[in-house]
């Protein structure tokens, strides 16, 4: 990586060099005609080239020109664009306002489109906005900055995946994850994690987010339809940073601060509570059969150490110590680091960019930390006068370790909270670690002994040649690109404690590598007809492969503490090995048609075939139409000042999904089996050679509106999206030797409102605030299913969610609770839902919808910017709402039995609890000395509704009578606190709210709040 760095950093330095060769030096001020104080930002280009730079905070500029430079060109948005002759060294000029030539550029993916002449629903996030962000993964930065996007965190842990959905869930068992296009290629961005059971790692962990220029999220089918057979989830436009050729501009960031946890969940009983409920619980199972009181409990325990151990005893003998595990689990502020330089500029025929960036984050517990090497290099050089090349490349190694997470294991340190009594001690009196022979291991011992190492090294190339050819305005691009990931995964058990100790150690070594290949080859012709009418026409043909090599190795038994290598196993368990591959090849057409800037129309039709169908079912044709009016630019409009912008947009058509598991269309024997040694092979898919896309009707309608020169900006729009022949996957009769088959057959409908408005409160030059939002609004509903032979549907249920036509999907379906009966201390079900009889026997009480699904029903972002003379302020919080969240681990931690008070650990709720008759309104039924089974029901199905204070930043950019007395062009201070403020409306609800999409709470780490300082420096 050392060699990486020193190559860009050299490449930026011969940029500069070159640019100081034959030019002269103009420098200048520009203000506005309003008040004659100076704009910052303001955009200068050599006329005829692309040489330029911006002026800074207070309007000044200095630009490096060729000798035979004759015209400057002056341009920001809100204002009118000025030519300026060179006639000397100093050119400054005043701008006047033009609010109503307002567009700004939105990336599309396949092109870019002026923001008034887009007919379909998109949202772009400017890389200013990501900069400097303390996070491992970019997508976190979209949370509440989108109307319509649900983004959740499946862990805490640096580098985790985050689980994202476009207005709402687009398919039942087919992916409904978005599509990822980086610089203009749809690429591969899962989890390239292989354990289920530990940490997961994003493929967007290797991304750098200083390197991002722009992300778009491209919503309704309009926008969506150029991808295809994969826009039906929405798609994210990545773009990454170019130079401009120009004065080289170098740029140094740094951040460093520490990190606690958001939220610190429920609280757990102490060891004075736990023993308490332990006696009530002898008391209450054993009291009337053996005659004694509840204060006799603690002798009749003390009488039978065989059946109910002497673990209090122990522990009062020695002085009733109390452990606080949350306290020996947490790395408290913990410490997150970044540091990151890039250069850019260029001269006429060519412009650079490089960069080159260092992360480090641990996490808020012991024993995980994430780490990333990144680089970036993006050039841009005109080889002949109708020809360009462009290569944008992207190298990094990200390393993450990792641990047991996701679930109740008992090697992950998050559960020892939850499961480890407080009357264990986590040191013996010398210091060491205690090494304790409970069903528990002592996660410091875990911790410092046991590995789970996560590393990806992946490299993005992406590489154009753009010709101009002989026809006028026709241009011809070939693209190639690469993206090729490298994954190592290592995790070891230690033989003394924890998961290892039954085998005398293990380990397992696994390793995939991924090659995704990209080859495009694109027309773009733009012509015009007499009287305003102005089309682009853009034909594309694209092609996808991805190969996936897997291999991995086993074993135990391992010779000694501390050897952690397979060569060091005295018995090799497994070897595996497998690969697969998959293509799609595609055929683009898109006509954008524009008259006067006032009436616009798109049509994109793509056809598209897939590998993961048979030959006769793999093609698809999907396509799109949209129109635009913007009606401000009527001349009936123009004596109407108070309007600077009004458009009113319409969209329809039909994306696809084919997000299903590889080879499903046809019947297979699996070979991966052995019968007495030898290969043996079974039947491993049912196969259906019917099998095609799943497909996404969608109409999109919305006004975009600006008001009082621009001061109030916003839109408002309305969506129905309907999926057909759903790739489902229906369940079968085991009389066929096969669980299920997927099929396309079903429909369900996602409907809602989208808002979003800004407020330019105060707008002057030297102090400025702005408020700002957006809000979401989905509605899902199953409107179809598979039958069986009878005519009957075939719902998906499990015991506590259920899918079902005139319901969401994955809807909440489980028992209602009914409370604790006051007399007895049983606890109570309604037998037939709420207002039926109740019942204490849990399986005479059926399931019934409870109302709502995991998935927010109601999202919404609010903003807000204050800058006063350099100093600025900017907060960003994100509201989820309509949704349900439950606690999947209540058996362990809120069980009224010995999973509480005697094997693992119960919650400080318990205490309230029914003691004797007449307690009424109690949480909890009486403890007693027994083993329930899982008993899911409403009690633990809270209301997922919750704000949070995502972003607050304070910083100050330093005048430039400060930053010209040390030379540089720019400087930046700045605080920033994430996730400060979390509100949680249900009160029951403890544990973190933000969970994944499946809606249920895991002892996974939650997100992090966290203190960062930083600077940014220009020279």
């Known amino acids: 990586m050392k060699k990486i760095a020193l190559m860009l950093f050299g490449i930026a330095m011969f940029g500069m060099l070159v640019v100081e060769a034959q030019v002269k030096s103009i420098s200048g001020t520009v203000t506005s005609s309003e008040d004659g104080t100076g704009i910052p930002g303001v955009s200068i280009v050599v006329k005829g080239t692309t040489i330029g730079t911006t002026t800074n905070m207070d309007g000044e500029y200095q630009l490096s020109v060729p000798n035979d430079a004759q015209t400057l060109v002056f341009s920001f948005v809100g204002m009118k664009s000025i030519e300026a002759p060179i006639t000397g060294t100093t050119v400054s000029v005043s701008m006047e306002s033009d609010y109503i030539g307002v567009d700004e550029v939105i990336v599309m993916g396949y092109g870019t489109q002026g923001k008034s002449e887009i007919t379909g629903s998109t949202v772009q996030v400017g890389g200013e906005q990501l900069e400097n962000m303390p996070v491992a993964t970019i997508e976190q930065a979209l949370q509440g900055k989108v109307a319509g996007v649900s983004i959740t965190a499946s862990s805490g842990t640096p580098g985790s995946v985050q689980d994202i959905r476009i207005r709402g869930r687009s398919s039942i068992t087919a992916g409904n994850e978005p599509l990822y296009v980086i610089d203009g290629v749809p690429v591969v961005n899962s989890d390239v994690s292989l354990a289920t059971s530990g940490s997961n790692l994003s493929a967007l962990a290797s991304l750098n987010s200083n390197d991002i220029e722009s992300l778009t999220v491209l919503k309704d089918a309009s926008a969506t339809a150029a991808y295809g057979a994969r826009g039906a989830n929405g798609v994210i436009v990545i773009t990454t940073k170019s130079g401009k050729s120009g004065e080289a501009k170098i740029n140094f960031s740094a951040t460093y601060g520490f990190s606690n946890d958001a939220t610190d969940g429920p609280d757990v009983l102490t060891g004075a509570q736990r023993e308490e409920l332990f006696y009530e619980a002898i008391y209450n199972t054993y009291g009337s059969a053996y005659d004694f009181d509840e204060a006799g409990a603690k002798d009749f325990y003390e009488s039978y150490p065989n059946t ?50 260092y992360f480090d984050q641990e996490a ?16 841009t050089a005109d080889i002949k006068p109708t020809l360009t090349f462009s290569t944008r490349n992207n190298a990094s190694h990200s390393y993450q370790d990792g641990l047991l997470e996701t679930s109740a294991y008992f090697s992950n340190p998050r559960t020892t909270k939850y499961f480890m009594p407080p009357i264990e001690q986590p040191y013996l009196e010398d210091g060491s670690i205690n090494i304790f022979g409970t069903s528990m291991p002592n996660p410091l011992w875990i911790a410092q002994e046991d590995i789970d190492d996560s590393k990806l090294t992946r490299i993005i190339s992406n590489n154009s040649l753009t010709w101009d050819t002989p026809v006028e305005n026709l241009i011809f691009t070939s693209r190639v690109n690469i993206d090729y990931q490298v994954y190592n995964y290592k995790r070891y058990r230690n033989p003394v404690r924890g998961d290892g100790d039954s085998s005398f150690g293990y380990g397992w070594v696994a390793n995939r590598n991924r090659a995704n290949y990209v080859f495009q080859n694109s027309l773009d012709y733009s012509f015009d007809i007499d009287g305003g009418h102005n089309f682009d026409v853009k034909v594309l043909q694209e092609f996808q492969k991805n190969r996936l090599l897997f291999m991995e190795t086993d074993g135990d038994n391992f010779s000694d503490i501390g050897l952690t290598n ?10 595996n090995s497998w690969f697969t591959d998959w293509s799609i090849a595609s055929y683009l057409g898109m006509v954008h048609y524009s008259y006067n800037g006032k009436y616009i129309a798109d049509a994109t039709i793509r056809q598209e075939g897939s590998s993961r169908f048979s030959d006769d079912n793999r093609w698809g044709t999907f396509w799109s139409v949209g129109g635009a009016w913007n009606i401000h630019r009527e001349s009936f409009m123009s004596d109407i000042e108070v309007i600077n912008n009004l458009k009113l947009r319409a969209s329809y058509g039909v994306t696809g999904n084919a997000n299903i598991d590889l080879n499903q269309y046809q019947e297979l024997l699996n070979f991966d089996s052995d019968y007495a040694g030898e290969g043996a092979s079974y039947p491993g898919n049912f196969g259906n050679p ?67 408005l800004m407020i330019d409160v105060v707008r002057m030059n030297d102090f400025n605030i702005s408020i700002g939002g957006n809000i979401g609004t989905v509605e899902n509903k199953v409107q179809e299913l598979a039958e069986d032979i009878n005519g009957d549907e075939i719902n998906i249920t499990d015991q506590t969610q259920r899918v079902e036509t005139g319901h969401p999907a994955y809807g909440w379906y489980m028992p209602t609770w009914a409370g604790v009966d006051p007399q007895t201390g049983d606890e109570l079900w309604y037998v037939d839902g709420e207002g039926s009889e109740t019942t204490s026997n849990f399986n005479d009480a059926n399931q019934v919808w409870q109302g709502g699904s995991a998935i927010p029903t109601l999202t919404a972002g609010l903003n807000l910017h204050i ?20 606690e999947e681990w209540h058996r362990y931690t809120h069980g009224t039995d010995v999973y509480s008070v005697a094997y693992y650990q119960g919650v400080a709720a318990l205490m309230d609890r029914w003691q004797e008759p007449g307690d009424e309104g109690t949480r909890y039924g009486k403890i007693e000395y027994t083993g329930r089974p899982w008993q899911r029901h409403s009690k633990f199905l809270y209301d997922g509704d919750y704000f949070r204070l995502k972003d607050v930043t304070l910083g100050y950019d330093l005048p430039q009578s400060v930053t010209s007395m040390i030379n540089v062009d720019g400087l930046r201070v700045f605080v920033r606190g994430t996730n400060m403020f979390t509100w949680v409306k249900d009160e029951y609800l403890e544990y973190d ?16 709040k966290s203190v960062i300082f930083g600077l940014n420096l220009n020279f």
């Open 308 to 357: 109910f151990g002497s673990d209090y005893v122990v522990w009062n003998e020695a002085g009733r110590p109390e452990t606080n595990w949350q306290d020996v689990i947490t790395n408290k502020n913990a410490p997150m680091q970044e540091y990151n330089l890039s250069a850019s500029g260029g001269i006429d025929a060519m412009s650079y960019y490089a960069s080159f960036g």
């Open 364 to 379: 808020t517990v012991i024993g995980s930390d994430f780490k990333r090497l990144s680089g970036a290099l993006n050039l």
């Open 566 to 575: 397979l060569n060091s196993a005295g018995n090799p368990t497994a070897a």
């Open 690 to 756: 019917d099998l095609t896309w799943e497909t996404s009707h969608t109409v999109d309608i919305g006004i975009d509106f600006g008001i009082l020169k621009n001061r109030i900006t916003g839109s408002v729009g309305y969506f129905r999206r309907e999926s057909k022949d759903l790739l489902l996957d229906v369940p079968l009769s085991l009389t066929t030797g096969f669980e299920e088959q997927t099929l396309n057959i079903g429909r369900m409908e996602n409907k809602g409102f989208e808002a979003e």
């Open 867 to 886: 800058d006063f003379k350099g100093v600025f302020l900017d907060l960003n919080g994100y509201f989820a709402g309509g949704h349900k969240v439950y």
């Open 993 to 1008: 709210p933000e969970v994944d999409v499946s809606g249920y709470t895991e002892l996974t780490q939650p997100p992090i």
